[in-house]
C-alpha cells in the first residue's frame, strides 16, 4: 500500500526514527519533569505506541468508535487507531454545524427540548453480530430513544416513552433487534403525572423497565410493554445471546426502596449487603401481553408481575451495583457492585434451572428472588470500584475499576481452582483517571475482536495542555492483543462521554449523496425553471432551488405577519457539496447535503430586508450564492 506516493513502510521507519530522536535525545518539553513521570515509558514503547496508532495521510481506520455526548445530547465518531475525532451526530440537541434543530422535521422530532443527556448507543444486530444498519441512543433526562441511520449518520426517529423516569438502562439490543431497552433510573410515583410526597417513596414510588420493538426493515420504533418493577434505582442493562438470548438484565440499587430527605441517599441505599439483578423473559412478557394480561395505564401497555408470574426474577447481587455484562458466548452473566471489590459470574444454566425449580429466597412486588448460591458461578477479586466489564473473544473479560483507576482483565470460567480466584486476574493497567466504562471493538457482539479497547475515564488530570477550569474528559486506547495490556494513546473529548460502541469500519455502507432518482420528497425540484413563490392567503410557500453558486428564486418577497414555508433542495450529485440557507437575524439555518431537501416554516414578524446565504463553503464564488428576504410593512 502506498500513502501519498511515498510508500507505507517508507512512512513508517521515519517515524520510527522520528520517535526514537525525540524520546531519547531530545530535551523534556517546558514545564515537565520527564517523561518516566508522565508514565510514556521508554523510547521503544513510544515507537511502538506509535506505530500501532499512526494513521498516515489518505489511509482509512479500522473502526469506528461511537461516543455518547452525555449532557451535550450528541453521538461523537472517531478513528481506531488513530483517535481522531471525524464528526458529531445531533441527536438530542439543535446543533447549527449541521442545521439540526432548525428545520421542520428535526425541530418536530425534537418535541419542543433543547437538550438530552445521551448515554449508552447500542448497535443493531443480526445473530448477535453489529450489522451496520442503525445505532440506537437513550436520552437519561427526559425519557426518550434515539434511531440514528448509519446509512446517512442521521437522527431518524426519537421516540418518547410514557412513565419512564430518567431513563438510563439503554440502549442494549437484543441479537436479532427485536428490541431496545429502556428502564427508570429514578423511581417516580405511578403512573406518569401523579403525586406522591416522597415520605411515600416505598409504596407510591415504582419503577418502570420496557422493551422497544424495532421493526425489522426499517427500524421504526414502538414501545411493545412496559414491566412495574419496585422503586429502586435501574441502572444498566444487558440483552443475552446464545444460551442466554430471550432475557434482558438490568442492575439495581436502592432495594432498601428508601428516599429520606436530606438522609443522603448514597448512604440510605447502601445499608443492605445485596442489591439486585432484574432478569425479564421478554417473550414470557410478549406472551403476557398477547393474552391480555397488560393495562393499559399512561399510554402504555404495562405488566404487573402480581398479574404475570414468570416473566421477571431477581439475582443478589453485591450492593450498589452498576454494570452487567453477558459474554460473547452467552453462558456467562457479570455483574459488578461498586462497594465490593469482586465483580460476580451468573451461569445461564444455573439460573434456568433455578428458575424451573422454584429455588426462591423470597418474593418482592411478584418478583421471586432466585437464590445467590445456586446461580452464582464465581466471585472474581478484580479490585476496588468494579463498574463494566468488555470481553475479547479469547476467553478473558476487562473489568473498568473506578477507585484504583484502572482496569482489570481476568480470565472466565471454567475454574480449576475455585478456591483460588486471585490467580484468574491476569493483568491491570492504571488509566487516568476514574474510569467509568470501558469498550473493546466489537465487545458486546458474539465476535469481539481482542485488539483494541477503550477506556472511558471521566477526567484527565492534566495530560493535555492547559484548558482552564473545564477540563475534558480522556479517552485512552489500549492494546489487548497479547498477554499484558499496553496504553497506545491518549485522546480527549467533549464532554460527557459515558459508553462508546465501536464497529469495523466496512461493516458501515454509508452514502455520499442522496440519489436524484431516490427522491421521493413531493417538494424537491431539481432545476431553477420549478424553483417559484406562491401565495395562499396569508401563507408565502418557496419551493427553491441551491447549487454552485447560487439560490433560485434568490428574491422572497412577503409582508409582515405572513407565514412562510421554504423547501430547499440541494440538487448537487458530487460528495461533499453540501449548502447551506442562512436568514439573517431570523435564526434560521439549514444546510443540505447533496439531494437532499428540507423544509423550513417561520413567522415574518420583522419588516426589512434580510440577506440569506450559504453557509458551507461551495466553491471559489461561494461568497456570491446569497439572496434577499424582503419583508414589507
Not at 154 to 171: D, V, W
Not at 279 to 305: F, S, T
Not at 403 to 424: C, H, I, T
Not at 450 to 461: P, T
Given at each position: 500500500?502506498?500513502?501519498?506516493?511515498?510508500?507505507?513502510?517508507?512512512?513508517?521507519?521515519?517515524?520510527?526514527?522520528?520517535?526514537?530522536?525525540?524520546?531519547?535525545?531530545?530535551?523534556?518539553?517546558?514545564?515537565?519533569?520527564?517523561?518516566?513521570?508522565?508514565?510514556?515509558?521508554?523510547?521503544?514503547?513510544?515507537?511502538?505506541?506509535?506505530?500501532?496508532?499512526?494513521?498516515?495521510?489518505?489511509?482509512?481506520?479500522?473502526?469506528?468508535?461511537?461516543?455518547?455526548?452525555?449532557?451535550?445530547?450528541?453521538?461523537?465518531?472517531?478513528?481506531?487507531?488513530?483517535?481522531?475525532?471525524?464528526?458529531?451526530?445531533?441527536?438530542?440537541?439543535?446543533?447549527?454545524?449541521?442545521?439540526?434543530?432548525?428545520?421542520?422535521?428535526?425541530?418536530?422530532?425534537?418535541?419542543?427540548?433543547?437538550?438530552?443527556?445521551?448515554?449508552?448507543?447500542?448497535?443493531?444486530?443480526?445473530?448477535?453480530?453489529?450489522?451496520?444498519?442503525?445505532?440506537?441512543?437513550?436520552?437519561?433526562?427526559?425519557?426518550?430513544?434515539?434511531?440514528i441511520d448509519l446509512r446517512d449518520f442521521k437522527t431518524k426517529q426519537i421516540l418518547k416513552i410514557p412513565n419512564i423516569s430518567a431513563n438510563h438502562g439503554s440502549s442494549f439490543v437484543t441479537p436479532n433487534s427485536e428490541y431496545v431497552t429502556m428502564a427508570t433510573r429514578m423511581s417516580v410515583p405511578f403512573p406518569?403525572?401523579?403525586?406522591?410526597?416522597?415520605?411515600?417513596?416505598?409504596?407510591?414510588?415504582?419503577?418502570?423497565?420496557?422493551?422497544?420493538?424495532?421493526?425489522?426493515?426499517?427500524?421504526?420504533?414502538?414501545?411493545?410493554?412496559?414491566?412495574?418493577?419496585?422503586?429502586?434505582?435501574?441502572?444498566?442493562?444487558?440483552?443475552?445471546?446464545?444460551?442466554?438470548?430471550?432475557?434482558?438484565?438490568?442492575?439495581?440499587?436502592?432495594?432498601?426502596?428508601?428516599?429520606?430527605?436530606?438522609?443522603?441517599?448514597?448512604?440510605?441505599?447502601?445499608?443492605?449487603?445485596?442489591?439486585?439483578?432484574?432478569?425479564?423473559?421478554?417473550?414470557?412478557?410478549?406472551?403476557?401481553?398477547?393474552?391480555?394480561?397488560?393495562?393499559?395505564?399512561?399510554?402504555?401497555?404495562?405488566?404487573?408481575?402480581?398479574?404475570?408470574?414468570?416473566?421477571?426474577?431477581?439475582?443478589?447481587?453485591?450492593?450498589?451495583?452498576?454494570?452487567?455484562?453477558?459474554?460473547?458466548?452467552?453462558?456467562?452473566?457479570?455483574?459488578?457492585?461498586?462497594?465490593?471489590?469482586?465483580?460476580?459470574?451468573?451461569?445461564?444454566?444455573?439460573?434456568?434451572?433455578?428458575?424451573?425449580?422454584?429455588?426462591?429466597?423470597?418474593?418482592?412486588?411478584?418478583?421471586?428472588?432466585?437464590?445467590?448460591?445456586?446461580?452464582?458461578?464465581?466471585?472474581?477479586?478484580?479490585?476496588?470500584?468494579?463498574?463494566?466489564?468488555?470481553?475479547?473473544?479469547?476467553?478473558?473479560?476487562?473489568?473498568?475499576?473506578?477507585?484504583?483507576?484502572?482496569?482489570?482483565?481476568?480470565?472466565?470460567?471454567?475454574?480449576?481452582?475455585?478456591?483460588?480466584?486471585?490467580?484468574?486476574?491476569?493483568?491491570?493497567?492504571?488509566?487516568?483517571?476514574?474510569?467509568?466504562?470501558?469498550?473493546?471493538?466489537?465487545?458486546?457482539?458474539?465476535?469481539?475482536?481482542?485488539?483494541?479497547?477503550?477506556?472511558?475515564?471521566?477526567?484527565?488530570?492534566?495530560?493535555?495542555?492547559?484548558?482552564?477550569?473545564?477540563?475534558?474528559?480522556?479517552?485512552?486506547?489500549?492494546?489487548?492483543?497479547?498477554?499484558?495490556?499496553?496504553?497506545?494513546?491518549?485522546?480527549?473529548?467533549?464532554?460527557?462521554?459515558?459508553?462508546?460502541?465501536?464497529?469495523?469500519?466496512?461493516?458501515?455502507?454509508?452514502?455520499?449523496?442522496?440519489?436524484?432518482?431516490?427522491?421521493?420528497?413531493?417538494?424537491?425540484?431539481?432545476?431553477?425553471?420549478?424553483?417559484?413563490?406562491?401565495?395562499?392567503?396569508?401563507?408565502?410557500?418557496?419551493?427553491?432551488?441551491?447549487?454552485?453558486?447560487?439560490?433560485?428564486?434568490?428574491?422572497?418577497?412577503?409582508?409582515?405577519?405572513?407565514?412562510?414555508?421554504?423547501?430547499?433542495?440541494?440538487?448537487?450529485?458530487?460528495?461533499?457539496?453540501?449548502?447551506?440557507?442562512?436568514?439573517?437575524?431570523?435564526?434560521?439555518?439549514?444546510?443540505?447535503?447533496?439531494?437532499?431537501?428540507?423544509?423550513?416554516?417561520?413567522?415574518?414578524?420583522?419588516?426589512?430586508?434580510?440577506?440569506?446565504?450559504?453557509?458551507?463553503?461551495?466553491?471559489?464564488?461561494?461568497?456570491?450564492?446569497?439572496?434577499?428576504?424582503?419583508?414589507?410593512?
Amino acid at each position: 500500500m502506498k500513502t501519498q506516493g511515498i510508500p507505507r513502510l517508507v512512512v513508517l521507519g521515519f517515524i520510527c526514527v522520528l520517535v526514537w530522536t525525540l524520546s531519547g535525545c531530545a530535551p523534556d518539553p517546558p514545564g515537565r519533569s520527564g517523561r518516566g513521570a508522565r508514565g510514556a515509558g521508554s523510547g521503544s514503547d513510544v515507537t511502538d505506541a506509535a506505530l500501532a496508532t499512526y494513521v498516515p495521510p489518505g489511509d482509512l481506520d479500522e473502526y469506528y468508535l461511537f461516543y455518547s455526548g452525555g449532557h451535550s445530547g450528541q453521538i461523537f465518531v472517531s478513528g481506531i487507531p488513530s483517535m481522531r475525532h471525524i464528526a458529531t451526530i445531533p441527536v438530542f440537541t439543535p446543533y447549527p454545524g449541521t442545521g439540526y434543530g432548525f428545520d421542520d422535521e428535526t425541530r418536530e422530532m425534537l418535541g419542543g427540548y433543547t437538550w438530552g443527556d445521551s448515554h449508552h448507543p447500542g448497535f443493531s444486530e443480526t445473530n448477535g453480530e453489529y450489522d451496520g444498519r442503525w445505532l440506537f441512543i437513550n436520552d437519561n433526562a427526559n425519557g426518550r430513544m434515539a434511531r440514528i441511520d448509519l446509512r446517512d449518520f442521521k437522527t431518524k426517529q426519537i421516540l418518547k416513552i410514557p412513565n419512564i423516569s430518567a431513563n438510563h438502562g439503554s440502549s442494549f439490543v437484543t441479537p436479532n433487534s427485536e428490541y431496545v431497552t429502556m428502564a427508570t433510573r429514578m423511581s417516580v410515583p405511578f403512573p406518569e403525572g401523579t403525586y406522591a410526597d416522597v415520605t411515600e417513596y416505598g409504596t407510591k414510588y415504582k419503577g418502570i423497565v420496557a422493551g422497544i420493538a424495532i421493526d425489522p426493515d426499517d427500524g421504526n420504533m414502538t414501545l411493545a410493554w412496559e414491566i412495574l418493577a419496585p422503586p429502586f434505582n435501574y441502572d444498566l442493562g444487558d440483552a443475552g445471546k446464545g444460551p442466554s438470548d430471550g432475557f434482558m438484565f438490568w442492575t439495581c440499587y436502592n432495594s432498601e426502596r428508601e428516599f429520606i430527605e436530606g438522609g443522603k441517599l448514597e448512604v440510605t441505599a447502601s445499608q443492605k449487603d445485596k442489591d439486585y439483578i432484574l432478569a425479564i423473559d421478554w417473550r414470557a412478557a410478549e406472551k403476557a401481553v398477547a393474552d391480555g394480561k397488560a393495562k393499559m395505564i399512561g399510554g402504555a401497555p404495562v405488566l404487573d408481575p402480581l398479574d404475570a408470574p414468570g416473566i421477571a426474577y431477581f439475582m443478589p447481587l453485591a450492593k450498589s451495583p452498576h454494570g452487567v455484562d453477558v459474554s460473547s458466548d452467552g453462558q456467562w452473566i457479570i455483574g459488578s457492585g461498586k462497594l465490593s471489590p469482586t465483580t460476580t459470574v451468573y451461569n445461564i444454566d444455573k439460573i434456568k434451572k433455578a428458575i424451573a425449580d422454584e429455588d426462591f429466597e423470597e418474593t418482592i412486588d411478584g418478583i421471586p428472588v432466585l437464590t445467590y448460591t445456586s446461580v452464582r458461578e464465581a466471585e472474581v477479586p478484580v479490585g476496588l470500584g468494579p463498574l463494566h466489564t468488555q470481553f475479547d473473544g479469547r476467553g478473558y473479560a476487562y473489568t473498568s475499576l473506578f477507585v484504583e483507576s484502572a482496569v482489570a482483565k481476568w480470565k472466565l470460567p471454567p475454574y480449576d481452582d475455585p478456591s483460588n480466584m486471585e490467580q484468574y486476574v491476569v493483568d491491570k493497567i492504571p488509566v487516568a483517571y476514574n474510569i467509568g466504562h470501558l469498550v473493546s471493538a466489537e465487545g458486546d457482539s458474539m465476535s469481539p475482536d481482542g485488539n483494541y479497547l477503550v477506556a472511558l475515564n471521566k477526567l484527565s488530570k492534566g495530560r493535555h495542555i492547559s484548558v482552564g477550569p473545564s477540563i475534558p474528559e480522556s479517552a485512552q486506547l489500549i492494546d489487548i492483543s497479547g498477554d499484558k495490556m499496553k496504553l497506545l494513546y491518549d485522546a480527549f473529548t467533549e464532554p460527557e462521554p459515558h459508553y462508546a460502541v465501536t464497529i469495523k469500519a466496512d461493516k458501515i455502507n454509508a452514502i455520499e449523496v442522496y440519489p436524484k432518482e431516490e427522491s421521493d420528497n413531493p417538494n424537491a425540484i431539481w432545476t431553477a425553471e420549478e424553483a417559484r413563490v406562491e401565495r395562499r392567503g396569508n401563507t408565502v410557500e418557496v419551493w427553491m432551488l441551491a447549487v454552485r453558486s447560487f439560490f433560485a428564486p434568490d428574491v422572497i418577497r412577503v409582508n409582515k405577519g405572513d407565514t412562510v414555508i421554504v423547501h430547499v433542495t440541494n440538487i448537487e450529485q458530487t460528495r461533499d457539496e453540501l449548502h447551506g440557507f442562512a436568514i439573517n437575524d431570523y435564526n434560521i439555518n439549514v444546510v443540505i447535503d447533496p439531494g437532499e431537501t428540507k423544509t423550513v416554516t417561520f413567522k415574518a414578524d420583522k419588516s426589512g430586508v434580510f440577506a440569506f446565504y450559504c453557509t458551507n463553503f461551495c466553491s471559489a464564488l461561494h461568497q456570491e450564492m446569497q439572496g434577499y428576504l424582503l419583508v414589507k410593512d
